[in-house]
């Protein structure tokens, strides 16, 4: 369990910033979806993995 914990310390801001980087060069969504999807990433562990399941977000 600890190095569960050591990894999503680690993992989750580079995933939450390639979410960012994703989600604001997207043409399909208006200005005030970005930003709910961007304050949804911030959540620690569901943001990212919630944008890639509902919000459409391509893993490149």
Do not use: C
Not at 20 to 33: E, K
Request: without cysteine; glycine residues 10%; negative net charge.
């Amino acid at each position: 369990m600890l190095l569960e914990i050591l990894l999503s310390i680690f993992l989750h801001p580079i995933a939450a910033v390639l979410m960012w980087i994703n989600l604001f060069s997207r043409t399909d969504l208006n200005d005030p979806q970005k930003l709910i999807w961007a304050v949804t990433g911030i959540l620690w562990g569901v943001g990212p993995i919630l944008y890639f399941l509902v919000g459409g977000g391509d893993l490149w």
